[in-house]
């Protein structure tokens, strides 16, 4: 029998690289074997995936020595960065350069560097139409990301750079569910107008980038977008009141009064639910469904989601 190769997974204990970690490991008879990254092998997620087969390395992304040694002797790696754990773009550049200098040191032969666009291409620092924010980003959880495509590129790492889309997950953790108006009903509240927002499940982003290493070298050197659909917030809204059995409204806001609500983070989104809005076409033209679809048959739709998941969804 052939050796199977090596992926290292970061983040393999969150969503996007658990997604892939499980996918390895639901796929005995593949070409690949998963090595989750994490920072406390002793945690119950990181026993839990060592129970099913994976083997666990201590590693950060803020320790690159941790990193080449997480690397060595992997064929491949998924590359992500944890924005909400510190708010810092600086600090997702610098751990993304770390984790595409480790590849490079270990040699790896495939890397899936899980990003999103530098905004500041389509709108640059002075247009006005939104603020800038932290002096030079104006959406800075995206901005740093794509900023950190050329390290890798730059390097000469072979990579696939993976542009995923907004998790409908958020409507569990991160406080977007429907929430109860002054009139008693509820509805779910976007500044996106008429437009529509690529939402994925999260678990499908790991299932796409195992597609993705499953082709071999074919998606070294591209960019590959991925989402389960592409919705207009009525859309979302009219698919939870048929999954919730109860009217759920769409609260379309300008992304200035989004901005203004005040939790962290707040500016941000409100940017970059402003930069998906304006820039629709391109936004959704990069996240194609089929292509998303041929890496991972079991794409879910957000009816399929919805289904899965609407009891573990927070309402008041
Ligand atoms: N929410 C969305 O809609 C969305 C959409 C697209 C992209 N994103 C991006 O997704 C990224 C986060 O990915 P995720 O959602 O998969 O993360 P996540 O679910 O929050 O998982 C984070 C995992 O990463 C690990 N981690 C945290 N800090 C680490 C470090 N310094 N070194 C190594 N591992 C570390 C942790 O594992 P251990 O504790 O085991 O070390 C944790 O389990 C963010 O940058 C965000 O901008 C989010």
Known sequence: MAQKKVIAVVGATGAQGGGLARAILNDPAGDFTARVLTRDPNSDKAKELAKRGAEVVAASVDDVASLKRAFQ?????????????????????????????????????????????????????????????????????????????HVFTGLGVPTTILLTSFYWDNFIHFGMGPKKGPDGKLAITFPMGDKKLPGIAAEDIGRCAYGIFKKGSELIGKTVGIAGEHLTGSQMAAAFSRALGKEVGYNAVPPEVYRSFGF??????GNMFQFKRDFEEYFCGARNLGAARSLNPSLQTFEQWLGQNKNRIPLE
């Open 264 to 269: 962290p983070g707040a500016e941000d989104l």
């Open 73 to 149: 002797g992997a064929y491949g790696a998924f590359c992500v960065t944890f924005f909400w754990a510190h708010f810092s773009p600086e600090r997702e550049l610098t751990n993304a350069t770390a984790m595409a200098e480790a590849a490079k040191h270990s040699g790896l032969q495939h890397v899936i560097w899980s990003t999103l666009e530098d905004t500041r291409r389509w709108v640059p620092l002075s247009d006005n139409r939104m603020p800038t924010l932290m002096g030079k980003y104006k959406v800075p959880h995206f901005d740093a990301k794509g900023e950190a495509d």
